[in-house]
């Protein structure tokens, strides 16, 4: 009997191997549970930490708490587990895009405690990019113990994030399709049924051991024409709200970047500035969670004037909290602000046309959280989804539709690249699956190099050289010195055909007055997107690759579209 129990465990391990997508299903479960788990971690902490602190917040230094919390969680992350600050996602697809998903272990904790600090503390930023990173960390590293491939790796990649985000709205749709539309960008069968079981795992997680609560609970609302069409203004609007947070944030990045002093000196002056406007504003402090509730539910009291400059301060908060050093994501600030935008929308229309039969207050606001997401992200479906799930309202879903789709539309005119992918896209690190960039990276250089060529020397004489071509199935000839081995030139078939028929010139001509010094090469250690879109602007079909003035071999557009044809087959199968 001994015996047998090693063999069937053998036969169902192999059996698994065999099936694919069982395999990924049964350990998408895994990483979901895993993912779940740390986003409750997350989400109790932040809760535990801003219950602490809250009878500081009476004091008149407490606007120094979002200072003391921003530098601390700089000074962990940079001295302490030395992991560069970020925003998290963007760390996560450069993983999938450049490395197959690999991501360190110690990503599935390092970003929890640094965004709980900052969260916790009263920065303005939210929980859902630290447990996208974490989620994403626990996949890869699961796929890693299970000896998965590349591929596999990186679709329990995207079950993390899938399930993290699932699990802290309480809302699988939404986390699978942030993860297929966001992380992977590749919507297939392989990637999908994991996802999706990953997304129901982490969200079940989070309901045992929190509760099957809705983030935003609200009352039905009717939706009539004059609000569908009030919809396009209100996505056009966000579109402009997105941009201002991506430029803001992008600028505030870039002007803490030249400012001089310690990663955490800069931390904790932003956070100073975001607890300053605190003391006047206090909604602007932490995720903001407690003020859009207030909003959908139509109880914010003060007037369109006030609710105005908290738009714009929460959007400065924001840029403050994540530009200066802050840990978090934009995912609760633009719920936030999206449930200002379209709170002061609507009561501007109605102090413009005060008889006018438009839905509440609380419904604008829920547009409003949908244009922030879709235009932020560039992410249409990922904000249609997630406000019907983390609310429940399925009755505004035209509207919906039309502002997330006018927003992602204006936004992608004036940026063509969303939040997370602006940076990946300016350093060539955004590589898709199945793409071009992707397919060529995946390639190199002396993957693809023919080494059958006949070197010639500069001294030859013609009439030799013609014993050569007779011989040879190529129609270019790399001349390299005799004495030091340097590459000079090349000689084209095409360049000496005038004297081949002519006997004469066998002895009067040399290889020398013939070949071509100005030749376009390639270097061992270019990128093959470079030497594709070199040979197409320079209509080359060929080029010598050249390393320390030594002919290393050729490269030709056939074999390089050869072994493309072959790996996209790789990449899509």
């Not at 035209?398 to 005119?413: K, N, R």
């Not at 014993?467 to 005799?482: G, T």
């Not at 002895?507 to 010094?517: C, G, H, K, N, R």
Request: hydrophobic share 50%.
């Amino acid at each position: 009997m001994d015996r047998i129990k090693p063999w069937l465990k053998l036969t169902r391990w192999r059996f698994f191997r065999l099936d694919d997508r069982l395999l990924l299903i049964l350990i998408a479960v895994i990483v979901g549970n895993c993912s779940g788990l740390s986003a409750v971690a997350l989400n109790t902490s932040i809760d535990a930490m801003v219950e602490w602190l809250q009878p500081l917040r009476h004091y008149w230094w407490a606007f120094l708490l979002p200072a003391a919390g921003a530098a601390a969680s700089s000074i962990f992350l940079e001295k302490i587990v030395r992991e560069g600050a970020g925003h998290g996602v963007p760390e996560v697809i450069y993983a999938v895009s450049r490395y197959g998903g690999l991501l360190r272990f110690r990503s599935s904790f390092t970003r929890l405690i640094s965004s709980c600090l900052t969260i916790g503390s009263g920065g303005s930023a939210g929980p859902e990019a630290p447990v996208v990173i974490s989620g994403a960390a626990i996949g890869s590293t699961i796929a890693r113990k299970f000896g998965l491939n590349e591929r596999q790796r990186v679709t329990l990649v995207g079950c993390g994030a899938a399930g993290a985000i699932s699990a802290i709205f309480n809302a699988p749709i939404a986390g699978m399709v942030f993860a297929v539309e966001v992380i992977l960008g590749e919507w297939t069968t392989l990637n999908i049924i994991p996802i999706a079981i990953a997304a129901v795992s982490g969200t079940e997680i989070s309901r045992i051991l929190m509760g099957n609560r809705i983030a935003f609970t609200h009352q039905v609302f009717n939706i009539d024409f004059i609000d569908i069409a009030a919809s396009v203004g209100l996505g056009i609007l966000a579109a402009a709200a997105s941009i201002l947070l991506t430029r803001l944030l992008r600028g505030m990045s870039s002007l803490c970047s030249r400012t001089g002093g310690p990663t955490w000196l800069r931390a904790a002056l932003g956070g100073c500035v975001v607890g300053a406007m605190g003391l006047a504003l206090p909604d602007v402090l932490g995720e903001g969670y407690h003020t859009t509730r207030l909003m959908i539910h139509g109880l914010y009291a003060p007037g369109v004037t006030l609710v105005f400059i908290l738009l714009m301060a929460k959007i400065l908060a924001t840029s403050l909290t994540l530009g200066w050093g802050g840990s978090g994501g934009i995912f609760a600030p633009c719920l936030a602000i999206g449930s200002i935008l379209g709170l002061t929308f609507q009561r501007a229309l109605m102090a413009l046309w005060p008889g006018a039969n438009m839905a509440s207050e609380g419904c604008f606001a829920l547009l409003g959280m949908a244009g922030l997401i879709s235009g932020m992200l560039q992410a249409p479906l990922t904000g249609i989804f997630l406000i019907v799930e983390i609310t429940g309202g399925w009755e505004v879903i035209l509207p919906l539709i039309i502002i997330s789709v006018i927003s992602t539309t204006v936004c992608h005119y004036f940026e063509p690249a969303s939040f997370y992918l602006k940076e990946l896209i300016d350093h060539g690190h955004l590589l898709r699956p199945g793409t071009d960039a992707r397919v060529l990276t995946d390639l190199s250089v002396p993957e693809l190099l023919e080494k059958d060529c006949i070197v010639v020397s500069p001294t030859m004489r013609l009439g030799e050289f013609v014993d050569i071509v007779k011989i040879s199935h190529r129609n270019y000839f790399p001349v390299e010195d005799p004495e030091t081995g340097e590459f000079l030139g090349m000689v084209y078939l095409d360049d000496v055909r005038p004297y081949l028929f002519n006997p004469a010139m066998y002895d009067a001509v040399v290889i020398e007055e013939i070949m071509d010094t100005d030749v376009e090469t390639v270097h061992p250690d270019d990128d093959l997107p470079d030497v594709l879109r070199r040979m197409d602007e320079k209509r080359l079909f060929s080029m010598p690759v050249v390393s320390n003035n030594r002919f290393r071999g050729m490269i030709s557009k056939a074999t390089l579209l050869d072994r493309y044809r072959r790996e996209l087959a790789v990449q899509t199968s």
